[in-house]
Each structure stands twice: as C-alpha cells, then as structure tokens.
C-alpha cells in the first residue's frame, strides 16, 4: 500500500466520537463559566495541534458540530478563528481542512522555533523553582510512560504539556503566544511522523535539560531544547522529502 493510501485510510478511520467524549471528559469541571465558542475553538484547537484532524483532511462543518454536540454558531466562530491563524483552511461547499505542510513552511516554521523557543527555555531557566523542576519530571516520566506503550496522543500531548509548562516559566507572553502558534502550524506532521515511525525512534533531550534546570545553568537548557526542537524538525523534514 503506498503512503498517501496509508494516510488516507488513517484519516478516514478517525474517531470522532470518542475524541469528543475524552475531550468533554476533561474539560467538563473547568469549562463550566467558558463561552460555548470558547470551548468548542479549544477542543478544535486540540484536535488539530494532537493530529485527530490530518493534514488534508476534509472535515465538514455539520460533521463537527455532530462530534463535538456542538450549534453551528460556535462552530462557525471557532473555525473562523482558526483560519485566521492558519491552522485550517477554507474549502468551499462548507467544508475545512488542515493545511499540508510543505517543505518550505517548514523551514520557515524551523527558523522561528529555534529562534524563540530556545529564548523561553533559557528565560524560564532563571526564573523555575525546585517544585516548577519537579512538575516538570512528572510530566516527562508521563511522556516516557507513553513512549514505552506506543501510545502515540499520549507522546504528544505530554511533549507539548512539557515545553508549554516549561516556556510558562519564561513570564514572556509575546514569545509564549508565538511558540504556541508555530506548534500549531507542525503539530498535525508530527502525529504523521508518529504514525510512520512509532513512538521508539523519537529521542528527545528534555533529560539534559531537566538536568541543567536542576542545576541552574539556562545556557545548557537553553542548547538541550535547541537540540530538541531540532531533531523533531528533521524527523519531519526526513518524512515530507520521502513523500515528494
């Protein structure tokens, strides 16, 4: 079976249901005073920065409004929304997909994310305490947990939840909001890589960074997460040129 087919027959296997009933799952204690269209552009948002929407993808508007019990107005806003932020894109007769990234986005993705996020690692270096180091383990021990059982969502939303947790640190809203814009441009390719090559062969460097962390040296988490962002943008460099 080629690739494309591969991919094909992934995204059509996806299953709505019960992404929607984890995500209503989780967010049920803390949305309960969030606008509807709040909520809805979150879980959408999710669905696309995990890969649950593939690049390419052709999703309809009523079919998200089904999986996410959701009206046509909050759907309608959030997918306005992200269009804006180009993380979907518009394609007529009421339907959206996630853009396929190209080589050339990623090199421009590529640029901007070992520009900013390695900045937010060294300022977020000077600013964590011992119980920010520690939270920090327990959502790495998380990831390696679901690294070791192949569970490819859990590997991404604990990466994510990982750097995310760690730029907080940083205080830097400006550079925060950047690099949660550009993981949303490559977090739908990552979940491709993921799928091509299982959770195994997706090293990181977040132990050398947890270490210096740990000894306050933000020159050495700063060069660890440079490191790490890094690699994920080859394996995903490596996967797009074998599909030209």
Known sequence: MQAGQRDANMCQETDFGSIRDSMLKEMAETTRKIPAHEIVYRQIREMILFGDLAPAQPV????????????????????????????????GNRRISVPELTLEDLEQLAFLRLHVEPELARQAATNIDAEGVSALRAIDDRLNDAIDAGDVGGHLRHNHAFHMHLYGFAQAPILLSAAEALWLRAGPSLRVVCGRHGTANLPDKHD?????????????????????????LEQIRQTLSAEI
């Open 60 to 91: 309809t508007i009523q079919g998200l409004a089904e999986a996410l019990s959701a009206g046509m107005t909050p759907i309608r806003e959030a997918l306005r929304r992200l269009t804006a932020e180009g993380a979907l894109l518009p394609l």
């Open 208 to 232: 050398e960074a947890l270490l210096a962390l740990a000894e306050g040296d933000p020159a050495t988490v700063c060069a660890a997460i440079r490191q790490d962002i890094r690699q994920g």
